[in-house]
Structure formats: structure tokens, C-alpha cells
């Protein structure tokens, strides 16, 4: 596609319920990135993708986020038993290669609020 | 670790005024730099960068110098116009792994 897309924009769900954010990275970017911004504070990294493998997650909160890539392409992030501290948005990147070689594109995020 | 800290916001100009945005980081190595900028209902786009020391990233009339004797990389522009009224995230990679963010500075600019 021309852009990182992310969906859904907005997602509002219940303390305690799983939720699953998509993230489909610009074609042909093998590296994949999400981050978390709380309101108010910057960009937190969660983890990163090299192909379908992810070499470094040692941003994620907790055991109840978890993150896989298929074919390269498609990121899905999921978040098991949210808490009312999830909330936030959640933004995805990619780049052809790394960030330290080539620009990162980042998709509009998805608002999630847990309620 | 890595860290970035930038001045908050929000910093609040008229138009064809002046602008810095003060950003200092620390890190091991040699990192690249970067500024994001965030404009209203969009996502981030890459700004501008600076690679090593000395450098001078530009663009859309934006600057920043890699400062490594002060470990810093401000964001300039002689005059703002109201369309550069987003938000500014200074970011610096030291490998080709992850990006790490300041906060964020919200820039406002009035006619």
C-alpha cells in the first residue's frame, strides 16, 4: 500500500477483555516496529520485527502483550486482559531496513481505551 | 540507556517568528538523530537527520547540527509560518534496531 495502515483507528473495550491491533506495514519494508504513547509522554518502543522474527522485545510491559508478524508483511499486536493503564495509542512503523539506515514510516496508531 | 529530553511544550509564536526547539540526548556510541514531526489528525513523518558529528540536517526550512561536545541537536527555523504548527519529537537510533523519543513539543503558531 502507499502508507502504513492500522486499524482499528479507535478501539473502546472493557477491563479484562482481549484486544488485537493490525498493523500492515508499507510492501517490501522488512523491518516493523510498535510503540505506545501515553497521553502525555513520548513514543514508548515495544518491540521490533526483522522479517517474522523479532529480535528485540524487550519493550513490552508485560506477559499479557504479545506480538507476531506473518509473511513478512501483516504485525498483529495483542493484549490480553486489558487494564485501565493500556490506555493509549498505539503506533506502528516499518522501514525498508533499520532505522539507524533508512527513514521510519508511521502508520496513524490506534486509540485504545479501556474502560 | 538511551534517552532524549526536549523541552515542553507548548511553545507558542507568532508567525515569522524565531523558533528553537532545545533537545539533548544521551547514548552510547555514535548515534544517528532525528526529528519527527506530528501534524494535526496525521501520523509521524520524518522531519529531518544527522547521522554523525558536525552534520546538519534540514528541511521545509527546518535545521538541527549533531552536537556531540554537548550532546544536543536543537530544531531551528528563522521564520514559523501557522502550517508549521504540529508536534515536534526529537529521536536518536544507536543501532538499526529501535528509535528512542523525547516527549514530544507541540508547536502553536498564530497569525
Known amino acids: 500500500g502507499a502508507g502504513v495502515s492500522q486499524s482499528p483507528s479507535n478501539k473502546v473495550t472493557e477491563k479484562g477483555k482481549d484486544v488485537e491491533l493490525r498493523c500492515d506495514p508499507i510492501?517490501?519494508?522488512?523491518?516493523l516496529y510498535w510503540y505506545r504513547q501515553r497521553l502525555g509522554q513520548g513514543l514508548e518502543f515495544l518491540i521490533y520485527?526483522?522479517?517474522?522474527?523479532?529480535?528485540?522485545k524487550s519493550g513490552l510491559p508485560s506477559d499479557r502483550f504479545s506480538a507476531e508478524r506473518t509473511g513478512e508483511s501483516v504485525s498483529t499486536l495483542t493484549i490480553q486482559r486489558t487494564q485501565q493503564e493500556d490506555s493509549a495509542v498505539y503506533l506502528c512503523?516499518?522501514?525498508?531496513?533499520?532505522?539507524?539506515?533508512?527513514?521510519?514510516?508511521f502508520g496513524q496508531g490506534t486509540r485504545l481505551t479501556v474502560v | 540507556g538511551n534517552s532524549v529530553t526536549q523541552m515542553e511544550g507548548p511553545v507558542t509564536l507568532s508567525e515569522e517568528a524565531f523558533l528553537t526547539i532545545n533537545c539533548t540526548y544521551t547514548?552510547?556510541?555514535?548515534?544517528?538523530l532525528f526529528w519527527y514531526v506530528q501534524y494535526p489528525g496525521e501520523g509521524l513523518q520524518l522531519l529531518l537527520k544527522?547521522?554523525?558529528?558536525?552534520d546538519k540536517g534540514s528541511n521545509k526550512g527546518f535545521e538541527a547540527t549533531y552536537r556531540k561536545e554537548t550532546t544536543s541537536f536543537h530544531l531551528e527555523k528563522g521564520s514559523v509560518q501557522v502550517s508549521d504548527s504540529a508536534v515536534y519529537f526529537c529521536?536518536?537510533?544507536?543501532?538499526?534496531?529501535?528509535?528512542?523519543f523525547g516527549k514530544g513539543t507541540m508547536l502553536l503558531v498564530s497569525p
Open positions: 512503523a516499518s522501514s525498508l531496513l533499520g532505522v539507524g539506515n533508512t527513514e521510519a514510516f
Open positions: 510492501s517490501g519494508h522488512t523491518a
Open positions: 520485527f526483522q522479517g517474522n522474527s523479532a529480535p528485540d
Open positions: 547514548a552510547t556510541g555514535y548515534p544517528s
Open positions: 544527522a547521522t554523525k558529528a558536525d
Open positions: 529521536a536518536l537510533s544507536s543501532g538499526y534496531s529501535t528509535l528512542t
